[in-house]
Each structure stands twice: as structure tokens, then as C-alpha cells.
């Protein structure tokens, strides 16, 4: 898990501050957006480059990866979070929030 981790981290560090979740839940409240994160992006028409990929799927992946050491598995949960965190600053930016 710590490779998993720091890149995670490192994605996180390079967007910015913004990336939690008190900035999501709250923006999107004030702006009448309600749901997950994947509702409020087909909302604002923000696309998603991994299809197919939700959180139930995330969690057989990382399973996959641990019990059977699948690298393919493990590359693909990162890019599903990495593109969780870069959609959070595009949600940012279309919400206008500094």
C-alpha cells in the first residue's frame, strides 16, 4: 500500500489544498449539487477519461491487487483516484471557489 499511497499523495500535493472533502460537500451544497462526487461531475458535464470504474469496482480492484498481487489492478485504482483528485480542482474551478 505505500507505493498506492504516495502517488495518491503526490496527485493530492500537486492540486492543492482544495482536494478535501470539506470544499466538495459544502460548495456543492451552497451550489444545489447533491449526490457522490461522479453524480456532481455528470451535472456539470465534467468527463471522466476511465469509464466503467465506480467505488464498488475500486475496492475489487485493490483486492485484486492484494490477494493476487495483479499490477494491472493496482494501475488502474490509481488512476481511478488520481482522476477523483484532478476532478475536484476542475470542480473547483467551475464552482468558482479560490
Known amino acids: 500500500m505505500g507505493f498506492a499511497f504516495s502517488k495518491a499523495r503526490s496527485i493530492s500535493k500537486r492540486c492543492g489544498r482544495f482536494t478535501g472533502v470539506r470544499f466538495g460537500v459544502w460548495s456543492c451544497w451552497r451550489n444545489d449539487l447533491k449526490g457522490g462526487l461522479k453524480v456532481v461531475e ?21 483486492w485484486d491487487y492484494v490477494n493476487n498481487g495483479n499490477l494491472d489492478s493496482l494501475q488502474t485504482l490509481l488512476a481511478y483516484n488520481a482522476e477523483d483528485v484532478v476532478n475536484l480542482r476542475v470542480l473547483r474551478k467551475k464552482l468558482g471557489v479560490r
Open 42 to 62: 455528470r451535472k456539470l458535464g465534467i468527463e471522466r477519461q476511465l469509464k466503467g470504474v465506480d467505488g464498488y469496482v475500486a475496492v475489487q480492484l485493490w
